[in-house]
């Protein structure tokens, strides 16, 4: 009697050790695959924009096929997006695919989305000085008696960040021209010199000091 309790007490615990093992192993490969999902969301954005990024690099490289290739960036930001609607990169890489459409009200949207909080916490400050630099010039094309002031502030703000010499040359670029548009010439001198020295041989900020002193 006591050894057929014995026997079936032995038979009960090794079949909870049974039971508990397949539920581990169904949990792990459960948890598995949540991840690799996960994973697979989480870079599903990622391979759009490295597509829309090469899209455009080409697209400003030539002047064949620019809205061929512009329009393929957009499909690829617009991708991106229907997967992580509140995606910065996503809206910034839209807004640059639709300027080169020539779709500037429709590019300064996708740039203000980008740039709004608490989506822009998530760039970089280079890729917020480029978004910056990039608004203010559509602001510019659109409408710029209504929007200098606004582009300015843009500029501004792009000049003191740490965004890379390109991006900083650019923005002085721009930034001196409306200075100049503004009438703020002792302004507009500074930012061109500033930029002259950062890049000797800039057109624009030759030509820019020497229209100043006869304006």
């Keep these: 009697m006591i050894a057929e309790v014995i026997v079936q007490l032995c038979i009960l615990i090794l079949s909870l050790f049974i039971i508990l093992f397949i ?3 169904l949990h792990q490969s459960t948890h598995t695959k949540s991840r690799t999902r ?5 870079n ?17 490289a030539t002047t064949r096929s620019t809205s061929q290739r512009a329009k393929a960036a957009l499909s690829e930001a617009d991708t991106a ?49 480029e978004a910056l630099v990039k608004r203010a010039e559509v602001k510019v094309e659109v409408n710029r008696r209504r929007r200098m002031e606004s582009a300015v502030k843009d500029l501004e703000e792009a000049v003191g960040m740490n965004g890379g010499k390109r991006i900083e040359k650019e923005a002085l ?17 500074q930012v061109f010199k500033k930029l002259l020295h950062l890049q000797p041989d800039s057109v624009e900020a030759s030509n820019g000091l020497h229209r100043l002193p006869y304006s």
């Design 23 to 25: 539920y581990n192993l």
């Design 38 to 42: 996960s994973r697979t969301r989480t």
């Design 44 to 60: 599903q954005p990622n391979r759009h924009l490295a597509q829309s990024s090469r899209h455009l690099s080409r697209a400003t």
């Design 81 to 129: 997006l229907s997967i992580s609607p509140r995606d910065p990169s996503a809206h910034i890489h839209r807004a640059k695919a639709l300027h080169l459409l020539g779709h500037p009200a429709a590019a300064l949207r996708s740039l203000d989305a980008a740039l709004s909080l608490p989506a822009s916490k998530t760039l970089t400050e280079t890729e917020r000085a």
């Design 173 to 189: 670029c721009l930034l001196g021209k409306c200075y100049e548009w503004k009438g703020m010439k002792e302004e507009a001198k």
